[in-house]
């Protein structure tokens, strides 16, 4: 619970990301918006996911996204290697909640292996843009509220 305590108070000083708790008697379920990758489709756009930390640190916690993205899956779990309650394998315990959103935002610009559950497998970069465009300005339930964010 501490260590919890200590990354959501650190998220809540990042350029890149922040995070919001959905429930608030729950503090194992958290949602976060972080930027779309530089030099990428996706830059620009703001991604919203949930986490849920439940065996966190001593496991994974299970990632959805929460909007559009082209990259993902809507409210799917996630299959990233290492990272994701759906792969546990070769997890580090105690790797950092936001090192997990940085490989989430990475691998949104995935260009081969993205047979993954939750990926969207193959990148169209129309469809990428149109999702961006509409990301700016998605709100969620949680309080989160792009239009507003990372300004
Ligand atoms: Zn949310």
């Known amino acids: ?4 305590a200590k990354q959501f108070g650190e998220m809540k000083k990042s350029p890149n990301m922040t995070a919001f708790f959905p429930e608030k008697t729950n503090p194992f379920n958290w949602h976060i918006s972080f930027k779309g990758p530089v030099d990428s489709d996706f830059q620009g756009g703001i991604y919203h996911c949930q986490l849920r930390l439940t065996d966190y640190p001593d ?8 909007n559009e993205s082209g990259a993902y899956l809507i409210n799917h779990p996630l299959c990233i290697h290492g990272l994701s309650a759906n792969n546990p394998q070769d997890w580090t315990p105690g790797t950092q909640i936001s090192t997990i959103v940085e490989a989430l935002a990475m691998y949104m610009n995935l260009r081969t292996d993205r047979g993954g559950s939750g990926f969207i497998h193959q990148l169209d970069q129309e469809v990428i843009k149109k999702c961006r465009d509409a990301s700016v300005r998605f709100k969620c339930a949680c309080g989160a509220d792009h239009s507003t964010l990372f300004k």
């Open 1 to 4: 619970m501490k260590i919890l």
């Open 59 to 66: 496991k994974p916690p299970e990632i959805r996204i929460m």
